[in-house]
């Protein structure tokens, strides 16, 4: 079935018109939400339009809020069927945002609470879970965890002896892992690059946050053994309804593109790694190969 058939099932039945905030929010992430549309209003943040990652420069509006009831516009491609937020904060914005607003907004803290770390430290052992049956795990392994918050995912590799390694655009959170004794640096996968290549390659709720995923993808590529490994995790476009129930919490300002399984596959082709396995949810393992699809993008998927 194509893409736009399945999610004319799922979306496109109406505008989401959202009036007020869908999730249940603090009085700090009011407070913060606030402080955030004061920066827009004052031009310490700009904004970008942008055509989809297969070029074409249409698309259906979803919806013209996001989850909290900022101004943010998310269009379907009728040509590829990915899903993309536009305008969006540009690239030098979307680094302060990460610094300085987004946990405050998303987790209602500037510094990562205990139940944080301890949610992180559990979601790492489903992430374990999900890998053995496909991927050996020993003490000399040397795992990255890009955008890794407060680190919490790592713990469960670094128990079994990985090496272990984390990066994030934000800064407060590091402090909680590194409080503990990890290795967590402040910036993207290039501030990794002194310890090496890595056997595992975790993005967890990250590529899309990606304001350039293939370019992001490159340089994790880069960053990979010759027979390492990437997964993935994200919300997947074909289970908004189960996992979200009103899909207006969907969406956030921060995500800034949204796949299937099927879209997902193709860019990871084209950034030279292949599915070993995954779902619609997304959790997906990829495995690092010297091939890289040369078709023009998504064509086939549409």
């Known amino acids: 079935m194509l893409i736009i058939d399945r999610l004319n099932k799922i979306l496109l039945r109406r505008l989401f018109i959202c009036e007020s905030p869908q999730v249940n929010l603090t009085e700090f992430q009011y407070d913060s939400i606030g402080k955030f549309q004061t920066k827009v209003n004052k031009g310490v943040y700009t904004f970008e339009s942008i055509s989809c ?31 993309r937020t536009s305008p969006r904060l540009d690239e030098s914005s979307l680094s302060k945002f990460y610094d300085q607003d987004y946990r405050s907004i998303y987790v209602g803290h500037s510094q990562a609470p205990d139940d944080f770390f301890e949610e992180q ?8 879970d999900f890998l053995k049956p496909n991927f050996k795990f020993h003490e000399n ?16 590799f670094k128990n079994l002896g990985c090496k272990v390694f984390g990066c994030d655009l934000g800064s407060q959170y590091l402090n909680r892992g590194k409080s503990i004794g990890l290795i967590l640096e402040h910036g993207d ?34 960053s990979i053994t010759d027979r390492g490994y990437l997964y993935i995790e994200l919300p997947g476009i074909f289970k908004i309804h189960r996992n979200y129930v009103n899909p207006l919490r969907f ?21 030279g790694f292949e599915l070993v396995k995954g779902d619609e949810n997304i959790r997906a393992l990829y495995r690092k190969t010297d091939k890289r699809h040369l078709s023009n993008f998504f064509f086939h998927y549409y």
């Open 121 to 128: 430290e559990s979601h790492g052992r489903l992430i374990m």
């Open 189 to 222: 996968i290039k501030s990794l690059d002194k310890y090496g290549k890595a056997d595992l390659v975790i993005l967890c709720h990250v590529l899309e946050h990606f304001p350039n995923p293939l370019e992001e993808l490159e340089k994790i590529y880069n």
């Open 53 to 83: 990652l297969c070029g074409d420069s249409e698309g259906i509006c979803l919806t013209e809020r996001d989850r909290y009831c900022l101004s943010v516009s998310t269009y379907l491609c009728k040509s590829c069927g990915i899903m």
């Open 141 to 156: 392994l040397t795992v990255f965890d890009v955008g890794c918050g407060a680190g919490g995912v790592l713990i469960p």
């Open 251 to 271: 969406f956030q300002n921060a995500h800034l593109y949204h796949f299937s399984l099927s879209t997902l596959n193709f860019i990871l082709g084209k950034a």
